[in-house]
């Protein structure tokens, strides 16, 4: 059996308003919104394609969260999204409130890309690719 990504799970203060960022940004739909038996607000989200869900909840019951870092870090550093036109996503973007940190940036022979901060401290890359480009991560 081949493995795909089944999630992500994105922590943050404000589950809701979190959710509602993305569903923005991103053209994310919100397809679930409860209290789990942990205590936590647990929000469903899915990718605008149905490929990628991404779940946004609170602490737990009892649960004390260290603060999210949206700099270059070890461990999961950020995800990426596809960018017809980085300008105008970014500047659309920061519209909604993100910032960007790094870019645009031309790889040789490859994809534009730039970071940006987005809600709760969570680093997201915008890669736009060439026209002849293959379909796959970058960074």
Same mark, same amino acid.
């Given at each position: 059996?081949?493995?795909?990504?089944? &999630?992500?799970? !994105?922590?943050?203060?404000?589950?809701?308003?979190? $959710?509602?960022?993305? +569903?923005?940004?991103?053209? =994310? #739909?919100?397809?679930?919104?409860? +209290?789990?038996?942990?205590?936590?607000?647990?929000?469903?989200?899915?990718?605008?394609?149905?490929?990628?869900?991404?779940?946004?909840?609170? $602490?737990?019951?009892?649960?004390? !969260?260290?603060?999210?870092?949206?700099?270059? &870090?070890?461990? *999961?550093? &950020? =995800?990426?999204?596809?960018?017809?036109?980085?300008?105008?996503?970014? #500047?659309?973007?920061?519209?909604?409130?993100?910032?960007?940190?790094?870019?645009?940036?031309?790889?040789?022979?490859?994809?534009?890309?730039?970071?940006?901060?987005?809600?709760?401290?969570?680093?997201?890359? *915008?890669?736009?690719?060439?026209? $002849?480009?293959?379909?796959?991560?970058?960074?």
């Amino acid at each position: 059996m081949g493995y795909r990504i089944n &999630h992500i799970h !994105l922590k943050a203060p404000d589950p809701r308003k979190t $959710a509602e960022w993305y +569903t923005k940004a991103f053209n =994310f #739909k919100i397809v679930g919104d409860e +209290t789990r038996v942990f205590g936590d607000r647990f929000i469903r989200c899915m990718s605008e394609d149905g490929v990628l869900a991404v779940n946004i909840s609170g $602490a737990r019951t009892n649960e004390r !969260l260290g603060p999210g870092d949206a700099g270059a &870090h070890h461990g *999961l550093e &950020h =995800f990426g999204f596809d960018s017809e036109n980085l300008e105008a996503d970014i #500047k659309r973007l920061e519209g909604l409130g993100a910032r960007l940190l790094e870019g645009p940036i031309q790889n040789p022979n490859g994809p534009r890309i730039a970071f940006l901060w987005a809600p709760d401290d969570v680093r997201v890359e *915008l890669v736009e690719r060439k026209k $002849a480009a293959i379909a796959g991560g970058c960074c």
